[in-house]
């Protein structure tokens, strides 16, 4: 029996990712999965960066290439390993060892599809298995219904004799409810040596790295368990009803982190907020919103209620209601919606407006600047102090190329403008009612475009006989004829 490593014994973790997940029903492979703001593999692996270990092995096969991007992308370094056509975990682990070379320590064994393990109890595990002088040590879980788990099978003494899976199970083991949460941390000269001896004598023909606990425990070797404090942080998802499941509780985690740390969240249940957002104290979030991804949302601010931030960045104090933006920058003092829609490219300054059934994007709106309601804005530039009347549209598509529009400061547009990119407004400015504005507006200009109001009597009847408006007009003509002819008797 070889001695077993110190507590200051180097470490490396293997995450296992290579399988297709069938029962996901999906094209995509289930560790892509995306809870949270991060794929299921995702959370494993920034789980497993947070151990500061010496090396992580990521082992990959279904989809081999779209998963090796995303697990370089979401941790660069990452050793990717490719599983070979022999199947099974304990296959897997041996083919990850070899990466390892001639590494000498601790291997923290995780499951790519397991997302919700905290790095807590991943050291707690380490710190007993290293206290132990455990050749294995294992995380398990206790279930009301262990259906599809392996179970822990326990010696007359309480230790751990050896894992059987479901399909290898005998009716008494299958009424075992303690089950491997399939986390482990192995001594990894007697991993190496042990799953020399694994074969595929079972009902799925696989090399279950299960089967190195009962090698180990024959060999004379101590096997630690560690049971999880969380039964369901340690649950895998296999298919979408736990795919929602583990979203679910992710979430609720989430929420009431961001509680402790001074956020109001009025519903939890209709809030979801990604684990790569950030919110500041004081911040208010009410019923039906989703803080998702890379937002950052400053201390005062109020989301909500029915709101959807992407990438997003809000201001301090700024006010964001029934609105849909995504990589979008609201200002300080700032207020949004209702019924806004803020696309990629969208910056409203400090104490900025943007207002009812407004769309934005590519554009900058200046500090006090005001876009109320009912308007288009796309690949603008507004200064500051700039108010635009109820549906101003910046035309910035002449079917060939998007152009932009430049309104200075203080300008003040009437109600219905059009601005015919490009085109530029000058400083001070101002526009009438039903304007379409065609060319550049020097600064402290009026621009108007009028035509004659033209009136063609009778067009009603004579275009549409017998229908309700010619009706209408004929009731209306013949009153006003009589009341003419009224007021010439009394004259």
Not at 92 to 105: K, Q, S, T, Y
């Amino acid at each position: 029996m070889t001695q077993h490593p110190s507590s200051d014994a180097p470490l490396a973790v293997i995450v296992l990712a290579a399988g297709q997940g069938t029962r996901m029903k999906s094209a995509l492979p289930k560790v892509l999965h995306r809870i949270g703001g991060r794929t299921l593999v995702g959370h494993v692996l920034a789980t497993a960066a947070a151990l500061e270990p010496d090396a992580v092995v990521t082992v990959v096969r279904h989809e081999r290439d779209l998963v090796a991007r995303a697990v370089e992308d979401d941790l660069p370094g990452v050793r990717i390993v490719d599983q070979d056509e022999v199947p099974g975990t304990g296959r897997a682990v041996e083919l990850a060892l070899g990466a390892l070379e001639d590494f000498d320590g601790d291997v923290l064994v995780l499951s790519g599809d397991v997302p919700l393990l905290q790095a807590q109890t991943l050291r707690s595990i380490l710190d007993a298995h290293r206290a132990g002088a455990a050749s294995a040590t294992l995380l398990t879980a206790v279930l009301d219904d262990a259906t599809g788990y392996g179970r822990v099978l326990r010696a007359a003494d309480g230790s751990v004799s050896r894992i059987v899976e479901q399909k290898d199970a005998s009716a008494e083991e299958a009424a075992v409810t303690e089950i491997n949460a399939g986390v482990y941390v192995f001594a990894a000269a007697r991993l190496r040596s042990e799953l020399a001896r694994v074969g595929t004598a079972n009902a799925q023909g696989e090399k279950y790295l299960t089967d190195v606990v009962a090698l180990l425990r024959t060999a004379g070797d101590a096997v630690a368990a560690v049971a999880a404090p969380d039964a369901d942080s340690a649950l895998g998802v296999n298919d979408r009803v736990q795919l929602s499941d583990a979203a679910r509780l992710l979430n609720a985690r989430v929420v009431r982190h961001w509680q402790r740390e001074g956020v109001s969240i009025l519903d939890p249940a209709t809030t979801w907020i990604d684990v790569t957002a950030t919110l500041a104290p004081d911040v208010t979030v009410l019923p039906g919103s989703h803080i998702l991804r890379a937002t950052v949302v400053e201390e005062g601010a109020t989301i909500g209620p029915d709101t959807s931030l992407v990438d997003c960045e809000v201001g301090a104090n700024a006010t964001v209601t029934r609105t849909d933006a995504t990589l979008a920058v609201i200002g300080a003092n700032a207020t949004v919606g209702p019924f806004a829609y803020l696309r990629p490219g969208t910056e409203l300054g400090e104490g900025g407006k943007i207002g009812t059934f407004v769309e934005t994007k590519n554009s900058t709106i200046g500090a006090r600047s005001k876009v109320p309601h009912l308007s288009y804005i796309g690949d603008t530039t507004i200064g500051r102090g700039v108010n635009l009347g109820a549906g101003a549209i910046t035309a910035n598509y002449d079917d060939v190329t998007k152009h932009r529009t430049e309104i200075g400061d203080e300008v003040h547009s009437g109600s219905h403008n059009v601005f015919v990119a490009p085109v530029r407004i000058g400083d001070g400015a101002k526009t009438g009612a039903g304007a379409v504005i065609r060319k550049d507006v020097p600064p402290g200009a009026l621009a108007l475009s009028v035509a004659p109001q033209r009136n063609i009597d009778g067009w009603v009847e004579k275009n549409r006989p017998g229908t309700g408006a010619a009706q209408a007009a004929a009731t209306a003509r013949s009153a006003q004829k009589a009341d003419d002819g009224s007021q010439e008797q009394n004259g």
